[in-house]
Nanobody
């Protein structure tokens, strides 16, 4: 079992930056791929970025060049640095962990956090 807790969300103006953190407990975190998903009101949940156990990464086209995902296995943590935020980035952001194919291509792995709200004002 893995428990995931997100933090770092908040209100920011367009063009600003935020850094989200996902901290895990309960199991061997380093073996899992970890992804950030988001869900905006009235929209389906979508993958924002994922990082594998070996450090490989995947990004949604909409965030390439603006967001960076990273992990620190010593701290059981994954981060999402979000720069040049846009109003369309407003959503609840969820941390997800599991096997790479599930996290990055199949809608999510086995473990989910409760989410953190990011609001970008125009």
């Amino acid at each position: 079992q893995v428990q995931l807790v997100e933090s770092g969300g908040g209100l920011v103006q367009a063009g600003g930056s935020l850094k989200l953190s996902c901290t895990a407990s309960g199991s061997t975190f380093s073996v899992y791929a970890v992804g950030w998903y988001r869900q905006a009101p009235g929209r389906q949940r979508e993958l924002v970025a994922g990082v594998g156990s070996t450090g490989s990464t995947k990004y949604a086209d909409s965030v390439k060049g603006r967001f960076t995902i990273s992990r620190d296995n010593a701290k059981n943590s994954v981060y999402l640095q979000m720069n040049n935020l846009k109003s369309e980035d407003t959503a609840v952001y969820y941390c997800n962990a599991g096997r790479w194919p599930a996290v990055t291509a199949l809608g999510g792995g086995d473990y989910w956090g409760k989410g953190t709200l990011v609001t970008v004002s125009p």
